[in-house]
């Protein structure tokens, strides 16, 4: 945890919201009249406009990306080990912004924000959004705090599809992509996953068909199964092996179903924690849009061809013990870019922490990405 | 520099586009960058090789040389080097052909295992340490060592044809029996 005097935090943060009047036309045909997306900005933004950084969250994180709140000393951002003065990511250097998505539940319009339409909360009559939609609103963010070209975008697993995806809709506005533990597009494998979760929220009597913010009440059991489906995913076999092992919290098998192993009681308490915060319309729709990322599909499925409009430089970084997005789909990705010629970097870490590992400090991953940040030219 | 990439460096054509084998720091790609102009990638396995190609801006790829070179397309590069790594792949002739299948031309070198020093040390009954050979038989990275003649019949064998070759000593040329006095053997070859 950052103490208020760490030279290396940015230290107090103040998110920020920015309020978009025109309409944002969606994938799936449907239109937000208006929206805010909220966002923090780390460090400053040169005279040139030439150092700017994007970094894009995952499924369950926030514009908070680096520093803690004033007033909530203990809310760190959640990428605090990289973002900061002398970190990897170097405020000293980049103005970072980190900005929350659309459909989220901390600060940009989502769900449980009112529909302007009926005056009541939106629930499950908010749309679904994609990774192409998100892109759409953080490039009139952009446009908005006056940054013509981002110098880098980063992100892992769902932020690094935001990444790659900033590539292929704005491919003159962003120099380098650093496209961390991601894929090109889900499994089926994957895609079971989600749907598991989602039903877990939709069969749970609080849900109301998603109108449950009206009936005052939260589907938390839903939300707990998922979150316990979705952690699974998220660390290896061995992680769990060696933090949990077979211990048994009485001692001895109770022969009931009370909590018998340590890990049970972790994912039970996973499940409480992230179902007391997290909004089960966002869960839906966030799974849905991992599902739905498929650059390729627009052209048979050659991701070849459909990553043939990038003009960034890339970054691609894997770890061996993440079997929810595993190397061999980052080095579709590679494949697809060598194949059009594009710069580009590839690093498989043999670190141990499974999907998560890219939000972990791995010294060899932090040293990459330390010298990578170092080599951007402003 | 070590004195097979000075040949390499030299045999690279202008603006060629390169795949480095085993790229180690990526010291050859960075001056191939700058003295040719050529643009390329390494492929290197080692984590403390891959960050020092970060550090220095150089293309670099973590993949398995051993699981052949399925990341690249037929033909894509100009030109593929295998700089001092030969003698530590297990599987040697699958990447030999890997190597001519993804470019049109390769550059081979390796340590020439019938430098006279290295016979001398085995009839003396010990396992060669030399300059080229560096290390002591528990702690090598080496799996094949062959030498000068070894490297031929095999290229023959396989249907690789050799256009070009420079062997030294000390980072000089030797012309004269080359298999006994060389200690360092580099190669231009490409399809037969």
Same mark, same amino acid.
């Given at each position: 945890?950052?103490?208020?005097? +760490? ?6 943060? /103040?998110?920020? $919201? ?5 309409? @944002? ?8 009249? /208006? ?8 460090? $400053? ?43 990897? =990511? ?11 998505y659309i459909g989220s539940c901390f600060g940009s319009t989502g769900p449980a924000s009112i529909n302007p339409a009926t005056g009541k909360p939106w629930g499950a009559d908010f749309p679904v959004v994609t990774v192409e939609d998100w892109v759409e609103a953080q490039r009139r963010l952009a446009d908005r705090l006056g940054i013509e070209r981002f110098a880098a975008v980063i992100g892992g697993s769902l932020g690094a599809m935001q990444a790659l995806q ?20 889900? /499994? ?58 077979? %211990? ?23 499940? +409480? ?8 319309? /966002? ?23 459909? @990553? ?13 013990? +993440? ?45 990459? =990405? ?9 | 520099?070590?004195?097979?990439l000075k040949a390499i460096v030299q045999w690279v054509p202008q603006g060629a586009r390169v795949l480095d084998l085993g790229c180690g720091d990526g010291a050859l790609l960075r001056s191939l960058w700058q003295e040719r102009e050529a643009p390329g990638y390494g492929v290197e396995i080692e984590d403390d090789a891959v960050l020092a190609c970060v550090a220095n801006d150089v293309n670099v790829l973590q993949v398995d040389l051993e699981s052949g070179l ?9 030109? %593929? ?72 019949? =095999? ?5 690789? $044809? ?21 200690? =360092? ?8």
């Amino acid at each position: 945890m950052n103490a208020p005097h +760490d030279p290396s935090s940015v230290g107090a943060a /103040t998110a920020q $919201k920015a309020r978009f009047t025109e309409p @944002l036309r969606l994938r799936g045909g449907a239109e937000l009249p /208006t929206y805010e997306i909220a966002y923090e900005t780390y460090g $400053k933004l040169n005279e040139a406009r030439t150092n700017a950084v994007l970094v894009c969250h995952a499924l369950n994180a926030s514009h908070h990306v680096a520093g803690y709140y004033a007033e909530d000393k203990n809310n760190v951002g959640w990428w605090d080990n990289l973002v900061g003065p002398g970190k990897p =990511l170097d405020t000293n250097r980049f103005f970072v912004v980190g900005s929350n998505y659309i459909g989220s539940c901390f600060g940009s319009t989502g769900p449980a924000s009112i529909n302007p339409a009926t005056g009541k909360p939106w629930g499950a009559d908010f749309p679904v959004v994609t990774v192409e939609d998100w892109v759409e609103a953080q490039r009139r963010l952009a446009d908005r705090l006056g940054i013509e070209r981002f110098a880098a975008v980063i992100g892992g697993s769902l932020g690094a599809m935001q990444a790659l995806q900033w590539t292929l809709s704005y491919p003159e506005r962003i120099g380098h992509s650093i496209v961390i533990a991601a894929a090109a597009k889900l /499994t089926p494998q994957n895609i079971a996953f989600n749907e598991v979760a989602r039903q877990a929220i939709m069969t749970d009597p609080d849900f109301h068909g998603g109108h449950y913010y009206e009936k005052g009440v939260v589907p938390t059991r839903g939300l707990r199964v998922a979150r316990m489906i979705g952690h699974i995913t998220y660390i290896s076999g061995e992680a769990m092996a060696e933090k949990f092992g077979r %211990v048994l919290r009485r001692g001895q098998p109770g022969f009931d179903f009370d909590i018998d192993f340590e890990v049970e009681s972790y994912l039970r308490y996973q499940g +409480d924690k992230f179902s007391s915060y997290f909004d089960a319309n /966002t869960y839906l729709r966030i799974t849905k849009a991992l599902d739905y990322f498929d650059p390729a599909a627009d052209y048979g499925g050659d991701l070849t061809k459909a @990553l043939a409009r990038a003009k960034a430089a890339f970054l691609v970084v894997s770890f061996k013990s +993440d079997w929810r997005f595993t190397p061999a789909r980052s080095r579709e990705m590679v494949r697809a870019l060598l194949d059009n010629r594009r710069i580009v970097s590839y690093l498989e870490l043999d670190a141990p922490g499974g999907h998560d590992a890219f939000l972990l400090e791995d010294p060899r991953y932090h040293a990459a =990405l330390r010298s990578y940040f170092a080599n951007i030219e402003l | 520099m070590r004195p097979d990439l000075k040949a390499i460096v030299q045999w690279v054509p202008q603006g060629a586009r390169v795949l480095d084998l085993g790229c180690g720091d990526g010291a050859l790609l960075r001056s191939l960058w700058q003295e040719r102009e050529a643009p390329g990638y390494g492929v290197e396995i080692e984590d403390d090789a891959v960050l020092a190609c970060v550090a220095n801006d150089v293309n670099v790829l973590q993949v398995d040389l051993e699981s052949g070179l399925s990341l690249f397309a037929d033909g894509s590069f100009d030109c %593929v080097i295998l700089s001092e790594t030969l003698q530590t792949i297990h599987r040697t002739e699958l990447l030999l052909r890997e190597m001519l299948r993804v470019g049109r031309e390769g550059i081979v070198s390796f340590p020439n295992f019938g430098h006279w020093s290295a016979r001398l040390q085995v009839m003396l009954g010990k396992m060669p340490v030399s300059e080229t050979l560096p290390y002591e038989w528990y702690e090598t990275p080496n799996v094949h060592h062959c030498t000068i003649t070894d490297f031929e019949d =095999l290229c023959r064998r396989i249907g690789i $044809k050799i256009r070009e070759r420079l062997v030294l000593h000390d980072g000089k040329p030797v012309t004269l029996m080359p298999n006994l006095l060389g200690s =360092l053997a580099v190669y231009r070859c490409t399809h037969g």
